[in-house]
């Protein structure tokens, strides 16, 4: 239901009423049902170049996040999954720990830990590293650190439990015939945790695209991302209709992904390699 | 000569002082933590021998092997394969394969991919390649599944893949854990055979770790009985099943019945035990070295014992009588259990040679006998 509403919002016309928009259908004369649909919200999106840079940033944005969550992350899924059994659960408890506080207060923690008198900066100044205190707070790096830390144990949680899985007998078997450790990671266990990571990074990419509060807090006026564009047409402009295009636009954006997700995570159930 | 099936070795280097050994295990240790898997073993495999690492589990057979093979390092001694010193040498260097207990194919890759994985690690050329896989496969008769993936594979067919996979890169030696242990009864029994005649053709030395004694006994030129991190005796099947030096080895490889005694003649040819266990005496006609008065065990297989229900005529030496406790009848053979006065129950085992047989049956009296050369003498 919500997203047919999105849906007939976004093919309406802008008007000044409560909601701020024009019905589809209107009663022409007596007997006459009038469907306007209005594809100037659409069009709208693809003149004005802000959209079409804040997807392409948006989509920058998570496809780098990703990637750093898979660079940290992997590591980490592949630490737990190979340390003792008794060892593993607490990993694991301490990945999903933030998660009992709610994602704006760790937002708000970080800016308390990046901001120019904040625990980094005066940390280093004591230390010596540094004489004046570095700008992080409101830069694209403050972005990115919020939003790997808030995303990482989505990725870290499907990529062990594949990791968790592998019989690890394949490495000393590779490693018998002739693999160096790191050869037989690169050709043992990253295939065969492929879906683990198809997975994770799904489960961080498909998210980062539209976040909004992380880049609004973090970000600065600066970082243009699809979701705070979305805010602002909604709210600041009242511009529904165009929201709820920029939401279609979004959606139909992501839908690939999502099925690509879905398809890889139907694999994995099946169990087939 | 011995009657043994296994190994091309049809010499034995091992009783050959002059005889160099392909694989020297020097005074070996592991320990892990307080736990001494490995304790001081010592070991010479000669080329082209099956040796088979005997033991139950948690003997440290495994743990020997997988430092063979460079999977663990030792506490102390060390490792010579063929004159070279392989302490500190890593798996992937050295001229060992193995074969693993759980196979341990890679599941993303095609039966072939699987064998060639090695060789493709060396960089060799890629006709040559293509061809020691086909030659491997066709040798493991598996070439109509070269590009199947392992989980549609039979177990047979993946143990098949995994001896080509660790034999295709022409190993100076060979471990094998366990090679046969997640096959049924009737294909082991065919796969022995094939792992034979294959070790045969290609003349790799091979180490087979195995807790199954009828396993070690058929593919073996040799076996190490291990216990308690220790090869407690080594020799070939026949010396170790007719010969034990020891209780343990009696009892671990077949079976047997356990007497135990006094000597109460201790001649150079010959000994005579009185076995308050058997109620009667044990003649053994060899000479043991024992001192006096020792307490030591008369170990006799079941099937060299003789059951009758008349008494035979002569002597009173190695016989006595007891009473039909139980029966299993196997097909080809028959396992009795009797029952002695003394309360020692006497393991039997006698050929069905005959469709007719007389029975023998529940709570009748027999007549136990064997022969004076029969019983084997341990003293520990």
């Given at each position: 239901m919500p997203f047919a509403i999105v849906l007939k919002i976004s093919f309406s016309d802008v008007d000044l009423a409560i909601p701020p928009y024009k019905p589809l259908l209107e009663w022409v004369g007596k007997n006459s049902l009038a469907i306007k649909v209005n594809f100037n919200n659409y069009a709208f999106l693809f003149t004005d170049s802000l959209y079409l840079h804040a997807f392409a940033n948006s989509l920058k944005v998570a496809f780098l996040s990703t990637l750093m969550c898979l660079i940290l992350g992997y590591p980490m899924a592949y630490g737990i999954a190979r340390a003792r059994p008794s060892l593993r659960n607490v990993l694991l408890l301490l990945v999903i720990l933030p998660f009992w506080t709610s994602l704006l207060l760790r937002v708000y923690a970080w800016i308390g830990l990046l901001k120019a008198n904040g625990v980094i900066n005066n940390v280093l100044m004591s230390l010596g590293v540094i004489h004046e205190p570095l700008t992080m707070l409101y830069t694209p790096f403050a972005m990115y650190v919020g939003i790997v830390y808030s995303y990482l144990p989505f990725l870290i949680l499907p990529l062990y439990a594949n990791l968790e899985k592998m019989d690890w007998q394949l490495l000393e078997a590779a490693e018998d015939l002739g693999c160096r450790p790191w050869q037989a990671f690169y050709k043992i266990t990253l295939p065969l945790s492929r879906n683990g990571i198809l997975a994770g990074s799904m489960l961080v990419f498909i998210p980062a695209v539209g976040e909004f509060v992380i880049p609004a807090l973090l970000g600065g006026?600066?970082?243009?991302?699809i979701g705070r564009v979305l805010w602002d047409e909604f709210f600041?402009?009242?511009?529904w209709p165009v929201a709820s295009a920029v939401a279609i636009l979004l959606l139909i954006l992501l839908v690939p992904f999502m099925m690509w997700y879905q398809s890889v995570q139907a694999r994995e159930t099946a169990g087939g390699r | 000569m011995t009657a043994s099936a296994g190994g091309v070795v049809k010499a034995q280097p091992w009783n050959d002082p002059s005889a160099r050994p392909y694989v020297e295990v020097e005074r070996i240790s592991k320990s892990f933590g307080d736990f001494k898997a490995v304790n001081d073993v010592s070991l010479k495999v000669y080329k082209g021998e099956i040796f088979c690492l005997l033991?139950?589990?948690?003997?440290?057979k495994t743990t020997l092997l997988r430092m063979l093979g460079g999977f663990e390092t030792p506490t102390s001694g060390k490792i010579l394969i063929d004159g070279e010193d392989?302490?500190?040498?890593?798996p992937y260097e050295r001229p060992v394969n193995m074969m693993f207990q759980s196979y341990a194919l890679f599941p993303h890759m095609t039966v072939a991919q699987n064998v060639a994985f090695g060789l493709k690690q060396d960089r060799l050329p890629k006709p040559e390649i293509q061809e020691r896989v086909a030659t491997m496969l066709d040798l493991v008769k598996m070439s109509d599944f070269?590009?199947?993936?392992?989980?549609?594979?039979s177990g047979g067919q993946r143990q098949r893949v995994a001896l080509a996979r660790a034999l295709v890169k022409r190993p100076k030696l060979l471990l094998l854990d366990?090679?046969?242990?997640?096959?049924d009864k009737k294909l082991r029994e065919h796969t022995q055979f094939e792992l034979i005649s294959l070790q045969d053709k290609l003349g790799v030395t091979f180490i087979v770790v195995t807790h199954d004694q009828e396993e070690a006994m058929t593919l073996a030129s040799r076996i190490g009985v291990m216990n308690h991190g220790e090869i407690v005796q080594a020799g070939t099947p026949s010396e170790i099943y007719e010969f034990p030096g020891s209780r343990f080895v009696a009892d671990f490889v077949g079976s047997v019945n356990m007497f135990e005694g006094k000597l109460i003649e201790d001649e150079p040819d010959y000994v005579r035990i009185g076995s308050p266990e058997l109620g009667g005496t044990i003649f053994v006609s060899h000479g043991i070295s024992a001192p006096p008065e020792a307490i030591v065990w008369a170990a006799v297989r079941p099937e060299k014992i003789f059951m009758s229900t008349v008494a035979p005529q002569d002597g009173t030496d190695n016989l006595v009588r007891g009473t039909v406790q139980d029966i299993a009848y196997l097909g080809d053979l028959s396992i009795y259990l009797v029952k002695l006065p003394t309360g020692k129950v006497v393991r039997v085992t006698q050929p069905n040679t005959s469709r007719h047989a007389e029975a023998i049956s529940w709570d009748q009296q027999v007549y136990l006998s064997w022969d004076a050369t029969s019983p084997v003498v341990v003293t520990r």
């Amino acid at each position: 239901m919500p997203f047919a509403i999105v849906l007939k919002i976004s093919f309406s016309d802008v008007d000044l009423a409560i909601p701020p928009y024009k019905p589809l259908l209107e009663w022409v004369g007596k007997n006459s049902l009038a469907i306007k649909v209005n594809f100037n919200n659409y069009a709208f999106l693809f003149t004005d170049s802000l959209y079409l840079h804040a997807f392409a940033n948006s989509l920058k944005v998570a496809f780098l996040s990703t990637l750093m969550c898979l660079i940290l992350g992997y590591p980490m899924a592949y630490g737990i999954a190979r340390a003792r059994p008794s060892l593993r659960n607490v990993l694991l408890l301490l990945v999903i720990l933030p998660f009992w506080t709610s994602l704006l207060l760790r937002v708000y923690a970080w800016i308390g830990l990046l901001k120019a008198n904040g625990v980094i900066n005066n940390v280093l100044m004591s230390l010596g590293v540094i004489h004046e205190p570095l700008t992080m707070l409101y830069t694209p790096f403050a972005m990115y650190v919020g939003i790997v830390y808030s995303y990482l144990p989505f990725l870290i949680l499907p990529l062990y439990a594949n990791l968790e899985k592998m019989d690890w007998q394949l490495l000393e078997a590779a490693e018998d015939l002739g693999c160096r450790p790191w050869q037989a990671f690169y050709k043992i266990t990253l295939p065969l945790s492929r879906n683990g990571i198809l997975a994770g990074s799904m489960l961080v990419f498909i998210p980062a695209v539209g976040e909004f509060v992380i880049p609004a807090l973090l970000g600065g006026p600066n970082a243009l991302m699809i979701g705070r564009v979305l805010w602002d047409e909604f709210f600041a402009n009242r511009a529904w209709p165009v929201a709820s295009a920029v939401a279609i636009l979004l959606l139909i954006l992501l839908v690939p992904f999502m099925m690509w997700y879905q398809s890889v995570q139907a694999r994995e159930t099946a169990g087939g390699r | 000569m011995t009657a043994s099936a296994g190994g091309v070795v049809k010499a034995q280097p091992w009783n050959d002082p002059s005889a160099r050994p392909y694989v020297e295990v020097e005074r070996i240790s592991k320990s892990f933590g307080d736990f001494k898997a490995v304790n001081d073993v010592s070991l010479k495999v000669y080329k082209g021998e099956i040796f088979c690492l005997l033991g139950a589990s948690g003997c440290g057979k495994t743990t020997l092997l997988r430092m063979l093979g460079g999977f663990e390092t030792p506490t102390s001694g060390k490792i010579l394969i063929d004159g070279e010193d392989m302490t500190g040498v890593p798996p992937y260097e050295r001229p060992v394969n193995m074969m693993f207990q759980s196979y341990a194919l890679f599941p993303h890759m095609t039966v072939a991919q699987n064998v060639a994985f090695g060789l493709k690690q060396d960089r060799l050329p890629k006709p040559e390649i293509q061809e020691r896989v086909a030659t491997m496969l066709d040798l493991v008769k598996m070439s109509d599944f070269a590009k199947r993936r392992p989980h549609q594979l039979s177990g047979g067919q993946r143990q098949r893949v995994a001896l080509a996979r660790a034999l295709v890169k022409r190993p100076k030696l060979l471990l094998l854990d366990e090679p046969l242990g997640a096959l049924d009864k009737k294909l082991r029994e065919h796969t022995q055979f094939e792992l034979i005649s294959l070790q045969d053709k290609l003349g790799v030395t091979f180490i087979v770790v195995t807790h199954d004694q009828e396993e070690a006994m058929t593919l073996a030129s040799r076996i190490g009985v291990m216990n308690h991190g220790e090869i407690v005796q080594a020799g070939t099947p026949s010396e170790i099943y007719e010969f034990p030096g020891s209780r343990f080895v009696a009892d671990f490889v077949g079976s047997v019945n356990m007497f135990e005694g006094k000597l109460i003649e201790d001649e150079p040819d010959y000994v005579r035990i009185g076995s308050p266990e058997l109620g009667g005496t044990i003649f053994v006609s060899h000479g043991i070295s024992a001192p006096p008065e020792a307490i030591v065990w008369a170990a006799v297989r079941p099937e060299k014992i003789f059951m009758s229900t008349v008494a035979p005529q002569d002597g009173t030496d190695n016989l006595v009588r007891g009473t039909v406790q139980d029966i299993a009848y196997l097909g080809d053979l028959s396992i009795y259990l009797v029952k002695l006065p003394t309360g020692k129950v006497v393991r039997v085992t006698q050929p069905n040679t005959s469709r007719h047989a007389e029975a023998i049956s529940w709570d009748q009296q027999v007549y136990l006998s064997w022969d004076a050369t029969s019983p084997v003498v341990v003293t520990r």
